[in-house]
């Protein structure tokens, strides 16, 4: 029996949003209910607008829109954030968690509007249930959010468009619509609470790491916006052209950036960060380890182009090839959340930055490095670089990131949570870098039966979700601030639900699947 996969990945995530509802049953969680089968309906008239090619922009090849699953992350994410804020009393982060869960409705519904605004001949049901749900979000947005959280709403939203129309015109076949809106619509929302926070500095507190995150994507975002729109009028690959842009990067981290920064900090980042990683002994050997990693995974990239070119008839690296890569990035991540999670925090934004300005330096061909850089990474491209960036190493430094960024600390007594939250900073080692690196690995090698509708296989999935029990294991043994108490059943079913996804889903699963098990985790 033939079965399509994206009604599977939506009945999948469709059980998440009835976990999320039944433990929260609040009007949101009403909404998220409403959303979710609206979203199913546009999607299906997204996948007919993309085969068709009737699409505004150029989406990436060879996958579904992904509307159902990206339009579910943000209003989840929000509504779990908001039940654990609230239990633990703080106010503050219990109103911004509102204000994540509508503005992701927001967006979704935005993502919808524009595929029924297109779609001929005007489909009549879809519209109707779309507007249905329309009507239930901005309802329970007039009765639960303020006029300022209103407006800070819609502000997001106006980034967001503004924003859509520049990267899905630069970057066309880089992002599905699901996608686009996943990681678009994160940096509009970052966007926003940096500029909020920018103008009322009388209000800025917290934790001067957190400040790191924010800097750092909008610095790269205008760096990428400048030099992509400057490139357009003059050639790159010159050295005047190589010359001048190292030289507006040094001017927009030193002059812009580090300035920005140091009004939130209160100090200079270069003297904070020097004495952050010095702070103890234990930081600076955490540091040499990942140099050494760092070494490691250079030396993978160098000696599988050397195969390449002595010969060999290889012209892609295999699946268990890339998979190197998730192991080395699990050696670096599980030492940092057991021994030092700040620590690991800051590396893994410093890391975004370096990744981003390479890719950068690779895309506009910049001298010296750039032509170099390209010829090492085509070796490790698959069917989702289909775009001209190369964003797989970037999506599963992010997937591996995103539970560490997100860790509601403030709304955590002493930074610990208890039962199945305690391993909520693990989501992304667990999903990526032990259930996904499984999967790949034991279905391409050993894997004979297949899941309806998909190449992947059931051996593989099983593989995936035994391991992952194995390193919740590792986890409780290791680190003392995870503590289960009676949540197992809890825990194997949340591994199951998002090992089902990612058997099904034809989305970037290396920046999905972490965010799915970090909500169920979290409840």
């Given at each position: 029996m033939q079965v399509n996969p994206v009604y599977v990945e939506s009945a999948v995530v469709l059980a998440v949003v009835l976990c999320v509802h039944m433990a929260i049953w609040n009007q949101h969680s009403w909404c998220s209910v409403a959303l979710v089968i609206q979203a199913f309906y546009v999607q299906h008239k997204w996948d007919r607008l993309l085969k068709s090619g009737a699409a505004?922009?150029?989406?990436r090849l060879s996958a579904n829109s992904g509307i159902v699953p990206a339009s579910m992350v943000m209003p989840l994410l929000g509504l779990v954030l908001r039940e654990k804020c609230s239990a633990s009393g703080n106010v503050y982060f219990e109103r911004f968690s509102m204000v994540i869960t509508i503005t992701g409705m927001m967006l979704a519904l935005f993502l919808s509007l524009i595929a029924l605004g297109i779609t001929r001949p005007v489909p009549t049901n879809t519209c109707i249930i779309a507007g249905l749900a329309g009507s239930a979000i901005l309802y329970t947005t007039k009765q639960t959010l303020t006029v300022s959280e209103v407006i800070e709403v819609l502000e997001v939203l106006l980034i967001f468009v503004y924003l859509c129309l520049i990267v899905l015109y630069l970057l066309p076949r880089c992002?599905?619509?699901g996608e686009a809106l996943l990681i678009v619509g994160g940096i509009s929302l970052i966007l926003n609470q940096l500029i909020k926070r920018s103008l009322n500095l009388a209000e800025v507190k917290?934790?001067?790491v957190n400040y790191f995150l924010p800097v750092v994507v909008v610095g790269s975002l205008l760096l990428g916006v400048f030099f992509a729109l400057l490139f357009c009028f003059m050639e790159s690959e010159t050295w005047v052209s190589s010359l001048f842009f190292h030289?507006?990067?040094?001017?927009?981290?030193l002059g812009i950036l580090m300035p920005w920064l140091s009004l939130f900090i209160g100090r200079h980042p270069i003297m904070w960060l020097l004495d952050f990683v010095t702070l103890n002994d234990r930081r600076l050997c955490l540091l040499g380890y990942w140099m050494f990693l760092a070494i490691v995974a250079t030396c993978v990239v160098l000696h599988q182009n050397y195969q390449r070119h002595a010969g060999s008839k290889k012209h892609q690296a295999s699946t268990v090839v890339r998979k190197y890569f998730h192991l080395i990035v699990v050696a670096t991540y599980v030492p940092g959340l057991i021994y030092d999670r700040q620590l690991l925090h800051v590396a893994s934004v410093g890391c975004l930055a370096v990744f981003l300005l390479l890719e950068y330096v690779r895309y506009f061909r910049i001298l010296p490095f750039g032509q170099l850089l390209r010829q090492l990474l085509t070796l490790f491209l698959d069917e989702r670089d289909s775009g001209p960036l190369i964003l797989t190493h970037i999506y599963l430094l992010l997937g591996m990131s995103l539970p560490i960024w997100l860790f509601p600390g403030p709304c955590a007594p002493k930074g610990i949570l208890t039962g199945a939250g305690g391993l909520v900073p693990y989501a992304g080692v667990l999903a990526v870098g032990v259930g996904d690196t499984v999967a790949s690995v034991?279905?391409?090698t050993m894997g004979e039966i297949r899941w309806p509708g998909t190449r992947k296989t059931l051996e593989g999935?099983?593989?995936?979700?035994?391991?992952?029990i194995i390193a919740v294991a590792m986890f409780l043994i290791f680190d003392g601030n995870v503590n289960l108490n009676s949540t197992y059943s809890w825990i194997v079913g949340s591994i199951t639900l998002v090992a089902l996804l990612e058997a099904y889903t034809s989305q970037i699963d290396n920046l999905l699947l972490p965010l799915y098990l970090f909500i169920l985790l979290l409840l």
């Open positions: 505004v922009f150029q989406f992002f599905t619509p917290g934790d001067p030289m507006m990067t040094a001017v927009l981290v034991f279905g391409s999935t099983a593989t995936s979700v035994f391991a992952q």
